[in-house]
């Protein structure tokens, strides 16, 4: 079993991982976001192999579809023994070592690597990969001039065609390399040793859990681990949990026994689950919130898209592009509940069609919900920015939106169930356990925004039937979004009365 690069980098971050990886990847839990991010990765890795002009590629796939390594390095040889200028996807094995260098550019006295990532900084991680290609290279009797690498420019805006070159930013990483390049002989070693170790090794949980990756292995790795633990306290990052962790502060017990200071949340999400607790509930803090709201009131939720490369002009790379919402709203006191709605169409840019209608369905000056505002807010902002002629009135819409999340982020109310967690989609079940109009598991296609995103991206093209059905599922979760808040705005008046 060789190392690659991506082996070598998730050993780095944990040599379980890379064990894992070997002998039991069936454990891993599957994330779709990650998916999506590695297939965006593939495609900007195709558009990158431009940069330096005309260029060969060396990739090459068996009959099921898996990369063929062996044609891959002889393609590999073959080009270099032709002196081709600029190799993508060049390949080189040695010593149970193999890596794919993205562009490898042949100069008059040497070779310079290109690494393409679609992140908009660069990061430890990228050093170390870099580093390990750097030497797997070198020991293939290359002479390693320079190590570049071409990352996501953000401050891009299309206009037209995607220009690759204003899209990427290339930056010469090797004065950086040495301290990482320094380590790989003595890391490689290890890790092949660790991946010819038949048993599973006993590493416990810590910060390598979640930097720079999330693992995929964590629930299987803290199957052991009491529920719930340390690593679940409300914000708390990992390299703290893991201090705790290490003194064998691992239960809620332990936690009220060792007197660790606790921000409210935690303090809270403690001693609920701890002794059994039943809902808190603060009912002057809630009064004074719903004090704030007005009549008319309006419950408000956008879905959006991001993408690496911008799909449409006045757009910059990873800039969120709502193409949904959904609007509950309420005239007057205990007055009908009535809803609006918008989906774009997925074939054009949906933000002009979206502000227009927006600024439509909510009138100037009214109170409007959200939860987690500042993402509503950031869109609107942005918005306006684009389109002059609306400015004022989503600027107007912007400026009286509300946040139902800071009922919960202030404690005024915490129930046990939430886990911890104060996300709408935590904060709902706890409030109305075994409601099967608002559990987003009993939805079609949509269940969460992750899958909104990738649903809408996916329309293009489709069959009118399919389109149609997903189209519909899209409405139904983003309307049970906005539903969810007005069932927790009317739990909360019953609340506090």
């Not at 060049?90 to 149970?96: D, E, G, I, L, Q």
């Not at 993402?375 to 912007?398: G, H, T, W, Y």
């Amino acid at each position: 079993m060789n190392l690659s690069k991506s082996k070598y980098t998730r050993y780095c971050q944990c040599p379980k991982m890379l064990w894992m990886d070997t002998y039991k990847k069936e454990c891993a839990t599957q994330d779709p976001a990650l998916e999506r991010r590695f297939k965006e990765g593939n495609e900007v890795g195709d558009l990158a192999m431009g940069l330096l002009g005309d260029f060969v590629e060396t990739t090459a796939y068996t009959d099921d579809g898996k990369l063929d390594i062996p044609t891959m390095l002889k393609n590999t040889k073959k080009y270099l023994a032709q002196g081709v200028e600029n190799i993508c996807e060049a390949a080189f094995s040695k010593n149970r070592c193999y890596c794919a260098v993205d562009i490898l550019h042949k100069t008059a006295t040497g070779y310079e690597i290109y690494e393409v990532k679609s992140s908009t900084e660069i990061t430890d991680v990228y050093l170390l990969d870099c580093a390990y290609q750097k030497w797997v290279l070198g020991n293939s009797g290359l002479n390693i001039e320079h190590v570049f690498i071409a990352y996501i420019n953000n401050k891009y805006v299309r206009s037209g065609e995607v220009d690759i070159h204003q899209l990427f930013t290339i930056e010469d990483v090797t004065d950086r390399l040495p301290p990482y390049y320094a380590q790989v002989a003595e890391n490689v070693a290890a890790a092949l040793e660790y991946i010819d170790k038949k048993d599973e090794p006993d590493m416990g949980p810590g910060a390598h859990c979640f930097k720079p990756y999330p693992c995929l292995y964590w629930d299987y790795c803290t199957r052991d681990l009491p529920k719930p633990n340390v690593f679940d306290l409300y914000r708390i990052s990992g390299s703290k949990a893991e201090e705790y962790y290490n003194k064998g502060i691992v239960t809620f017990a332990d936690v009220l026994r060792a007197g660790i200071k606790l921000n409210n949340i935690q303090y809270k999400q403690v001693t609920s689950e701890q002794f059994d607790l039943p809902t808190h509930v603060d009912k002057l803090g809630i009064k004074a919130f719903l004090d704030t709201l007005t009549y008319p009131l309006y419950f408000l939720d956008f879905e959006s898209f991001q993408t690496c490369v911008p799909l449409y002009d006045g757009i910059r790379p990873y800039q969120q592009v709502p193409f949904q919402y959904s609007l509950h709203y309420i005239i007057e006191p205990d007055g009908e509940l009535l809803h609006k709605e918008f989906l774009a169409d997925e074939n054009s840019d949906p933000r002009r069609a979206l502000a227009e209608r927006l600024v439509e369905d909510i009138p100037q000056s009214v109170c409007t919900l959200a939860y987690n505002k500042a993402f509503e807010c950031m869109v609107i902002k942005q918005l306006a920015e684009v389109f002059p002629d609306l400015s004022e009135k989503l600027l107007n819409i912007r400026e009286n939106i509300h946040d139902l999340l800071d009922v919960f982020r202030d404690g005024f109310v915490y129930d046990k169930a939430m886990g911890g967690s104060l996300s709408i989609k935590s904060v709902l079940p706890a409030m109305f356990p075994d409601n099967p109009d608002l559990n987003y598991h009993n939805l079609n296609d949509v269940h969460n925004g992750t899958e909104a995103t990738a649903t809408f991206l996916s329309l293009r093209g489709m069959e009118k039937s399919e389109r149609d059905k997903l189209r519909a599922s899209l409405l139904a979760y983003c309307k049970l979004d906005t539903m969810a808040m007005v069932k927790l705005w009317q739990r909360l008046r019953e609340l506090c009365v």
